[in-house]
């Protein structure tokens, strides 16, 4: 079963609200590894409206698991990634309009922009992910740019509404999934998954990596923090520890089952 990296970023979000202190995202991610999560993700935006640049050092220096750092192949970015260091950088497409990243990169754009980040940061050691939507061109393209990893967009599977489009929708992820892994890509994925659709994505074999963020900051407004945790982790790990969920809700009871 994959791996489960957890986002902060929303944690974030409450905090700018006040613009104060608390809650804080460092806290978060303590809180999520001790509740076993694999990971810490977060994305330092170009407008900063929720993680900053103190944050993403501050996580760097005191988080046990990896830090994967989601962002816009902009130059100031690439700069502060590049001190900063995190064991994975996951380029992103970025529109200050949208309210959050809406689809995957368009991977026949901007390939000069996009080329330079990957050297810079590939040059200090930064392992690259590119967030990319389960289309059979881009998974083209990224093989193109050699990088080792991507990460689906899942979006679109996340939303639909009908069986059918459900159905559509993950028989498209598991295609993009098996293309990128016989072009010997790492496959992880994210995006709109929450605790009633994640399971068909986590039980597909060649996925490597589920990240999460929104729908575990949601949650746990009524369970806590490590609880929320500890249900995601039994469903994307797929390990039945009864301990653990004794206190969720019949609606993930039910995913769980």
């Not at 945790?229 to 994307?236: G, K």
């Amino acid at each position: 079963m994959p791996r489960l990296g957890v986002n902060v970023d929303h944690v974030a979000t409450l905090r700018q609200a006040r613009r104060g202190d608390t809650p804080s995202p460092l806290w978060a991610a303590r809180a999520a590894e001790e509740a076993g999560c694999d990971g810490i993700v977060c994305h330092l935006r170009e407008d900063r409206r929720h993680i900053q640049e103190e944050d993403l050092w501050k996580l760097r220096r005191t988080i046990r698991t990896r830090l994967n750092l989601e962002m816009a192949a902009h130059p100031e970015i690439v700069r502060i990634a590049c001190q900063v260091k995190p064991d994975q950088a996951t380029l992103v497409p970025e529109r200050r309009a949208e309210l959050t990243t809406e689809g995957g990169l368009d991977l026949s754009r901007n390939v000069a922009q996009l080329d330079s980040a990957i050297r810079r940061l590939r040059a200090v050691g930064i392992r690259i992910s590119l967030f990319v939507d389960p289309n059979p061109r881009q998974i083209q393209q990224a093989a193109k740019l050699a990088v080792p990893m991507i990460e689906l967009h899942t979006g679109r599977y996340a939303h639909a509404k009908k069986k059918q489009e459900v159905t559509q929708r993950l028989r498209e992820i598991k295609e993009a999934v098996r293309m990128a892994r016989s072009a010997g890509i790492i496959v992880a994925a994210g995006h709109g998954l929450d605790y009633q659709n994640v399971r068909p994505v986590a039980e597909i074999p060649e996925v490597e990596e589920l990240n999460i963020g929104f729908s575990i900051v949601a949650r746990a407004m009524e369970a806590g923090f490590p609880q929320a945790v500890r249900e995601m982790a039994v469903l994307v790990h797929g390990k039945d520890r009864p301990s653990l969920i004794s206190q969720a809700p019949p609606r993930v009871l039910e995913a769980i089952r």
